[in-house]
């Protein structure tokens, strides 16, 4: 898959490093939804900076009206005999 690049010649480690720490960043921009990724080529790091936004309150649900679950049969008429 790599063959030809310069990254073929790159111990195993290196690959499991790049991809854990790839994840890691990944999964902060994920929980905080924004921010910034930045690559240092020749430290060979990566980090995430969330951004610096101001949260809005969160919009208040519309009340929901009760609902009923299941079903209801009507009742048969009795009979008198």
Avoid: N
């Amino acid at each position: 898959m790599v063959e030809g690049y310069e990254v073929a010649v790159c111990p195993l480690w290196q690959w499991e490093q790049a991809i854990l720490e790839g994840f890691k960043v990944f999964r902060q921009l994920r929980d905080a939804g924004s921010g910034v990724v930045t690559v240092d080529m020749d430290a060979h790091s990566i980090t995430f900076t969330p951004l610096d936004v101001p949260s809005e309150p969160a919009p208040q649900p519309k009340p929901r009206r009760p609902r009923e679950i299941g079903a209801t049969l009507p009742l048969k008429p009795e009979t008198t005999s």
